[in-house]
């Protein structure tokens, strides 16, 4: 078993498997790249994926998620290979992690469970946490018999098992109501505070930084602040809320950086981190950042959009910053290759020139990490929030 070094302490990676379904209408590849997701999640997290597991279903077994053939090869190799952990990549009901766990007799997680441990594990703030902590409550109250059934196999702790909920295993129904009504009370205060504090700022124009996580966001706003906002390559390295006053040229302006969205995001946490979003409400324009070499770059761009249409903040100027240019690769068609190009065959210039990649909003492409097309980036900037600055402010001169 694999030791990270951290502080001088050791700590232990626990092992993984994941759980993966392909059911009628998806295609392979599509459910490969959900499991890298989820292997990149359990990786943020402190874990080491070592082996997936997929099944082809109409639908998922309502009872055990796979079927019973499946669950038992699962179950032959984490005890063949000591595993102590099992995530599964969909939202798993309440019944259907009792039955898994049942068979399986080891700690099981879903989607949803892993990235509320990884919030848990990022949140700084008393408004984070106190977020975190709300939606680990949410996710919690149907499923207390099964945490009840088996509190003797989670009081290790460990990944899935930290944070402000952790506390929670042991109360009752009634208990957990009671902390719900609290925290939403709390979230409450908070969002009064921090409104009257939006209202207190000084009359510049506010942006703000949305994409998928992972996409560098954190690292622009470095750039362009020259602060020291914590940028790293994991998921959901940004939790909190950062904003920064930063100058181009004449003009000050508000950036603000956000958390990064991600499909399949629980809804109990985009419902208590909607204070935490009303950054890219208040927002007077937004930029959009993508990561333009990942391979299904235009999934991730769709994700924000649907999640910005959920805050109804679709409605405001947009920004398309294609990031990390870079490391963007494609795969050069012979030219005896008779079959009709894919998204892999598309040099980035032959992308620019595609009509889903402009007109639509203004965009540029660069790489933050090696400065590329930097100040190109700033002038669109500057062009794009001075003359939202003299809509907003006609009365404020620039110096």
């Known amino acids: 078993m694999k030791e990270n070094f951290h502080n001088e302490n050791i700590h232990i990676v626990e092992k993984v498997v994941l759980v993966g379904v392909l059911i009628k209408g998806q295609d392979e590849a599509k459910l ?18 070592v082996k997936r597991f997929t099944q082809k279903l109409e639908h998922p077994d309502p009872k055990t998620f796979v079927g019973k053939g499946k ?12 595993v102590g952990m099992v995530i599964f990549d969909d939202e798993l009901s309440p019944s259907q992690l009792r039955n898994i766990e049942a068979v399986l007799e080891c700690k099981v997680l879903d989607r949803s469970n892993l990235i509320l441990d990884i919030f848990a594990s990022r949140a700084q703030t008393a408004n984070a946490r106190t977020q975190v902590e709300l939606a680990q409550c949410q996710y919690m109250l149907p499923r207390l018999t099964r945490l009840w059934t088996h509190l003797d196999r989670q009081k290790g702790g460990g990944v899935g098992m930290r944070g402000p909920g952790e506390t929670q295993i042991e109360t ?14 709390k979230l409450k205060k908070i969002d009064k505070q921090k409104s009257a504090q939006r209202k207190q700022r000084v009359e510049m124009v506010k942006v703000a930084l949305v994409g998928y996580t992972n996409v560098g966001k954190s690292t ?23 904003i920064r006053k930063v100058v181009i040229g004449n003009l ?35 930029v959009h950042v993508v990561d333009v070499s990942h391979p299904n770059f235009e999934d991730h761009v769709k994700v924000v959009h649907d999640t910005l249409q959920e805050l109804e903040a679709m409605d405001k100027p947009i920004i398309i910053v294609f990031n990390k240019i870079d490391a963007f690769t494609y795969v050069k068609k012979d030219e005896d290759d008779l ?4 998204r892999e065959n598309y040099s980035l210039e032959e992308l620019k020139k595609m009509w889903m990649y402009k007109d639509e909003y203004p965009t540029i492409y660069i790489s933050a990490v090696k400065k590329i097309n930097i100040e190109e980036f700033k002038d669109l900037l500057y062009k794009n929030i001075k003359a939202l600055h003299l809509k907003i402010y006609p009365n404020q001169l620039l110096y």
């Not at 669950?71 to 000591?82: F, G, M, T, W």
């Open 32 to 49: 490969k790249e959900y499991l890298d997701e989820l292997a990149f999640l359990a990786e943020t997290a402190g874990a080491e994926t």
């Open 71 to 82: 669950l038992e090869e699962i179950l032959e190799y984490i005890q063949e290979h000591e």
């Open 172 to 185: 009752d129904k009634r208990i957990i109501l009671q902390k719900i009504t609290l925290l939403k009370e």
């Open 220 to 242: 622009i706003m470095n750039m362009l602040s020259k602060s020291d906002v914590f940028a790293e390559n994991k998921l959901f390295a940004t939790l909190d809320t950062t």
């Open 252 to 286: 000050p302006f508000l950036l603000t950086d956000t958390v990064g969205f991600i499909r399949k995001l629980p809804h109990h946490l985009v419902e208590s981190f909607k204070s935490t979003l009303d950054e890219v409400k208040d927002a007077d324009i937004l």
């Open 339 to 342: 079959l009709p190009k894919t």
